[in-house]
């Protein structure tokens, strides 16, 4: 038809927070909705499109607009003294704020955990059975399984639903000491992926149970020791082992994998735990309340000294980068990007 077009990607929705029927919070929340594949990544798109974090948002800006008034009343008449309560509310208010936005900001990134997946890195030696885990997951060949050591040069990723949960699973590369000048860049992106991981299920071969040092420094809280090919065990495990948070599984005879699983999933339920309505779900907002952090802790500084016109520049800033969370300052420039992610229309 003559002067139609289709919609551009997230159109609807940018026209919508143009026109201010929504604040950027929300915009970002409808996103996430589309995007949900699980269970609880779609109550938490849910929870920020009731608005309570823009609420909150919203209520610690315009206390920093209120502190900002009195500041600016002392540079526009220097030679009247501020109230003392009103110099005392200054203080008390900024405090409350900074506080309110460290309590936000330690929150184990549970919001970003939930919106983009909990990180599982499968690590160990080579031919231990990494990749056929991966596979029996994941129910479907994602990583070529072979008797060869080494097959896996590059990380492997897999994106599963473990019980709601939404889980990012990566194959990685053997451990092992080579001289293969690709298997060694393998190797280091194995290592590097185990650094990045919340939960490292390291496999081992129960016939092999030798540990290089570097086995042993992937096995800390947040690992779990998996030994496949338990059917091959004549004796029993070193009591040493037994005493680490190990699973013993053959992936072959099909064996003891719902108890991995299951350990997999207590894991994954103390890391989605909140209690708090306001989620972080986007590095943006980290970094936008990280630089408010920043700027408000330099305002008290210079407050204390009563440097009020760079003390005011500060609180201007600290402002500035609440506003761009819920989008009440010009951020065209990062509209691209947030909008980009729909589907067409919507």
């Given at each position: 038809?003559?002067?139609?077009?289709?919609?551009?990607?997230?159109?609807?929705?940018?026209?919508?927070?143009?026109?201010?029927?929504?604040?950027?919070?929300?915009?970002?929340?409808?996103?996430?909705?589309?995007?949900?594949?699980?269970?609880?990544?779609?109550?938490?798109?849910?929870?920020?499109?009731?608005?309570?974090?823009?609420?909150?948002?919203?209520?610690?800006?315009?206390?920093?607009?209120?502190?900002?008034?009195?500041?600016?009343?002392?540079?526009?008449?220097?030679?009247?003294?501020?109230?003392?309560?009103?110099?005392?509310e200054i203080k008390k208010s900024s405090?409350?704020?900074?506080?309110?936005?460290?309590?936000?900001?330690?929150?184990?990134?549970?919001?970003?955990?939930?919106?983009?997946?909990?990180?599982?890195?499968?690590?160990?030696?080579?031919?231990?059975?990494?990749?056929?885990?991966?596979?029996?997951?994941?129910?479907?060949?994602?990583?070529?399984?072979?008797?060869?050591?080494?097959?896996?040069?590059?990380?492997?990723?897999?994106?599963?639903?473990?019980?709601?949960?939404?889980?990012?699973?990566?194959?990685?590369?053997?451990?092992?000491?080579?001289?293969?000048?690709?298997?060694?860049?393998?190797?280091?992106?194995?290592?590097?992926?185990?650094?990045?991981?919340?939960?490292?299920?390291?496999?081992?071969?129960?016939?092999?149970?030798?540990?290089?040092?570097?086995?042993?420094?992937?096995?800390?809280?947040?690992?779990?020791?998996?030994?496949?090919?338990?059917?091959?065990?004549?004796?029993?495990?070193?009591?040493?082992?037994?005493?680490?948070?190990?699973?013993?599984?053959?992936?072959?005879e099909n064996l003891n994998i719902d108890?991995?699983?299951?350990?997999?999933?207590?894991?994954?339920?103390?890391?989605?735990?909140?209690?708090?309505?306001?989620?972080?779900?986007?590095?943006?907002?980290?970094?936008?309340?990280?630089?408010?952090?920043?700027?408000?802790?330099?305002?008290?500084?210079?407050?204390?000294?009563?440097?009020?016109?760079?003390?005011?520049?500060?609180?201007?800033?600290?402002?500035?980068?609440?506003?761009?969370?819920?989008?009440?300052?010009?951020?065209?420039?990062?509209?691209?990007?947030?909008?980009?992610?729909?589907?067409?229309?919507?």
């Open positions: 038809m003559e002067n139609c077009r289709l919609a551009e990607p997230g159109e609807f929705t940018k026209l919508a927070f143009q026109n201010g029927k929504i604040n950027l919070l929300k915009a970002e929340s409808i996103a996430d909705l589309i995007s949900s594949e699980t269970e609880i990544q779609r109550q938490q798109a849910i929870k920020i499109m009731n608005g309570k974090s823009a609420d909150q948002f919203n209520f610690l800006r315009e206390k920093l607009l209120k502190i900002l008034s009195h500041v600016e009343a002392k540079i526009d008449f220097p030679d009247e003294d501020l109230p003392n309560d009103i110099l005392k405090d409350d704020v900074l506080k309110n936005i460290e309590k936000i900001l330690n929150d184990q990134k549970v919001g970003e955990r939930i919106r983009e997946g909990f990180k599982i890195a499968i690590l160990g030696p080579t031919n231990a059975g990494k990749s056929s885990l991966l596979n029996h997951l994941s129910n479907r060949d994602v990583a070529i399984v072979s008797e060869i050591a080494g097959t896996t040069r590059d990380v492997i990723e897999t994106h599963l639903n473990i019980d709601g949960y939404p889980v990012i699973v990566s194959d990685t590369a053997g451990i092992r000491e080579s001289k293969n000048e690709i298997e060694k860049k393998g190797i280091k992106l194995s290592l590097n992926r185990a650094e990045e991981a919340d939960l490292k299920l390291v496999v081992v071969d129960a016939k092999n149970l030798d540990f290089t040092d570097v086995l042993k420094g992937l096995l800390d809280q947040n690992a779990i020791l998996v030994i496949n090919k338990s059917d091959l065990l004549e004796g029993d495990i070193d009591p040493e082992i037994k005493k680490l948070n190990h699973v013993l599984i053959s992936i072959k108890e991995l699983i299951l350990k997999i999933k207590n894991n994954l339920k103390n890391k989605f735990i909140t209690s708090d309505d306001i989620l972080i779900t986007r590095e943006r907002h980290r970094q936008h309340l990280e630089q408010c952090l920043e700027h408000l802790k330099n305002f008290n500084k210079k407050n204390e000294v009563e440097d009020f016109d760079k003390a005011a520049e500060d609180l201007r800033l600290a402002t500035r980068h609440l506003g761009m969370i819920v989008g009440k300052v010009d951020v065209e420039e990062i509209l691209g990007s947030i909008f980009n992610d729909f589907c067409i229309g919507k």
